[in-house]
């Protein structure tokens, strides 16, 4: 029997250390914006004003909390010692790029955070987590582990949740999590199509792989994840994305795609054999005929993509169409100003654009997608779940205060070291594990 189910959409919380320091080779977003003065209160705001517009509107809004950083245990593990304030002021002085590598707020961008399969699909019939690990850059890399706890303790009960480790830390099995997976689906309650989208084949020199810039994610990796999950390959299908995307700065496939039920709003550039990805898609998915929005280059050059980030849109349901919630820089590029006013008088499956403003995130290469781990969940796994880290208007008050009491409006690379930083940060997640009811998640906790 189908259950009724909803999509539920876990935001990361934008931590207290969020900064731009240019991590990200193949991002072109934060190579640019490389030492530029950073507001992490702003960053934490408006991301909770994304998702309170969201929960206003109905939706579902979960909430996944920030990391703790800078990461002394990781700053140990590479030899650093002594108190906490000798390890940072060691690290800040002989290597600073390490520093803030064990400091980014990328946790934020929960895209990343894990691969999540819904029950329906699932041959256990449960709902299945595998955190990313990540690998491609080291200051994700050290993400999983709390990642891991939090999805543990927000979804515990094991009749209804799995919880896998991540999959091997290696380039091998490179996994970057759901920005890499797309489900599609007729009702989010029947089975639907994983569409696990890689950029490189780790055990085939032959294959078609990116010139420039790295391919995170791995055929080996997304097919483990298939396997861990249960899925059956009737509803599964592997697309390899266009290297030149890769090149041109696409380094997700979630800047140049998005998904939602039957619908898929793509660029031409996206997939190395689109045509087949999508005879795939159409040959699996039941009870829907696949709607193919396809953005031509000649309507929004790549470069115009990358740029505005007009894929890391939320695509959501509404009682008349979908709604796709894109970023503020949607509306600075003319091409994609243009297109979306072409695409709403189009009559397709997209109804209505809004356009929400998250700036911070978007100079280091996260849009509104980017911010948002999406979690398909039946009316009894919604009951079996933490519900304490569910947007209510009364969270939302108590985080906004939250931010403003324990965030700083401004911060540069050479803040990291600095001791009471350190201070604030575990000071302010303390007092969070107790407002979202988590128990300790944190290492410092332990
Ligand atoms: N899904 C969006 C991820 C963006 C993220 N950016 C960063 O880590 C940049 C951090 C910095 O450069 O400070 C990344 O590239 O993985």
């Known amino acids: 029997m189908v259950k009724h189910a909803v999509e539920v959409n876990f935001d990361g919380l934008v931590g207290p250390t969020h900064n731009y320091a240019g991590l990200s080779w193949g991002n072109v977003a934060s190579k640019s914006n490389v030492n530029a ?79 999540v399969s819904p029950s329906a699909d699932t041959t256990d019939h449960r709902v299945h987590f595998t955190p990313a690990n990540l690998s491609a850059k080291f200051h994700r890399s050290i993400e999983h582990t709390v990642t891991g706890r939090s999805l543990k303790s927000i979804f515990a009960d094991e009749g209804y949740f799995a919880h896998h480790p991540a999959l091997p ?13 797309t489900r599609l689906c007729s009702h989010y309650g029947e089975p639907g199509v994983e569409l696990f989208v890689y950029g490189q084949e780790a055990f085939n020199e032959q294959a078609p ?53 039957n619908t898929l709003f793509y660029h031409s550039m996206a997939f190395l054999n689109e045509e087949q990805v999508l005879a795939d898609i159409h040959a699996r998915l039941t009870g829907a005929e696949l709607e193919a929005v396809r953005v031509s280059d000649a309507d929004v050059p790549l470069e115009d993509a990358v740029a505005s980030y007009l894929f890391n849109s939320q695509l959501l349901n509404t009682p008349d169409g979908m709604l796709l919630a894109v970023p503020g820089e949607c509306r600075e590029v003319a091409s994609v100003s243009k297109y979306l006013d072409k695409l709403l008088d189009a009559g397709g499956p997209i109804t ?3 356009v929400f403003d998250v700036k911070q995130s978007m100079r280091n290469g996260g849009g509104p997608a980017c911010l948002r781990l ?38 540069t690379r050479g803040d990291l070291a600095d001791p009471m930083l ?25």
């Open 37 to 115: 003065v950073s507001n992490p209160r702003e960053a934490a705001l408006q991301g909770l004003a994304k998702m309170k517009r969201l929960a206003d509107r109905g939706y579902v809004q979960g909430i996944l909390p920030p990391h703790e950083r800078p990461h002394i245990p990781s700053l140990k593990a590479l030899g650093f010692s002594g108190t906490d304030a000798q390890v940072l002021e060691q690290v800040a002085t002989t290597s600073p790029s390490i520093l803030a590598a064990a400091s980014s707020a990328s946790s934020m961008w929960t895209a990343n955070a894990a691969t």
């Open 169 to 181: 830390s290696v380039s091998h099995f490179g996994d970057e999590g759901a920005a890499n997976h």
């Open 209 to 261: 792989a990116p010139q420039k810039y790295p391919a995170r994610q791995t055929l080996e990796a997304s097919q483990a994840i298939a396997r861990l999950h249960g899925l059956k390959d009737h509803n599964v299908v592997f697309a390899q994305q266009n290297p030149a995307a890769i090149d041109a700065g696409v380094f997700h496939n979630d800047v140049i795609a998005v998904g939602n039920g």
């Open 352 to 354: 209505a654009v809004e």
């Open 374 to 411: 999406r979690v398909v969940l039946n009316d009894d796994e919604l009951q079996a779940m933490h519900r304490g880290v569910l947007l209510t208007d009364a969270l939302y008050e108590r985080l906004t205060t939250w931010v403003e009491t324990h965030y700083r409006s401004e911060l």
């Open 422 to 446: 350190l201070d604030e940060v575990r000071k302010a997640l303390d007092e969070l594990t107790g407002i979202l009811g988590l128990g300790s998640i944190y290492d410092f906790q332990m």
